[in-house]
């Protein structure tokens, strides 16, 4: 029988992943861009990959607070003048050997606009069609049977406090849904920029489910959440405009 497969070892792991753009606040005052690619959500959690020298991981452990900014398919024009660069003055040597640069307004290289956040400090990115305000939970070393590696790697696990849309991403007649023929998220695969598929590839079976149904797990029947969780009874009921 010919074999199909073959045994490799990648240096990368990046099977294809939406990117993100997590604003954060610097001491100074100033907000930092870091693109991260490393992100998953359950509930109104997100679990963020961040690597533990980056100005994004220092802002955000610090202040507890970041927004997850989602750039659509059109947008790697304004992500690629800030790649390869850092909000951190000493540029650590890792990245040196990578080629990154240290950049103080990352807003002005890339092009981007600033847009006040309603409930966090650092300004969402008014471009990107999704923009989530976000408190810091929790985070985790990776690598921790690494002694030389343990802790250069983070798991950091935020709570989503409020969600913006661009209206035009919105399922018509629903007050809290995306219409996923409409978001186009860019996709970063092996370091390259893609997009989906214009359309569903086939029906989904998992889609009969209704999506309030996972409420139950954005909701908490003892603890005050503080964003628009706790708003939120069933889907249509927090319908504003
Ligand atoms: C498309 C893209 C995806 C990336 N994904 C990640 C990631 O998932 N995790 C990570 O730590 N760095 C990732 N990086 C690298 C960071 O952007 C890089 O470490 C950057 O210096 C972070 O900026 P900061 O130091 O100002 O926070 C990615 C870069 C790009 C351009």
Redesign the pocket.
Known sequence: MIDTHSIITPAIMYWGTP?TMITTENEEGTA????????WWLGHRCVL???S?????INLLRTHQCVINLPSDDMARY?NPI?K????LDVPPV?QALG?EHCND?FRLSGLTLRASDLVQPPRIAECPVQMEAELMSSLELMQDLLDRKGV?LAIEVKILRTHVRNDLRLAHHANRIDPDRWRPLI?SFQE?YGLAPAKVTESKLATINEDKYRVLTRSDVIKQGGDMDRVDSGEAACTN
């Open positions: 990117v930092n861009i870091g693109p991260i690619s490393s992100a990959g961040l690597a020298m980056s100005q994004t991981t992500i790649a660069t850092t909000g951190a990245k990154y990352k790697l970063m920029f």
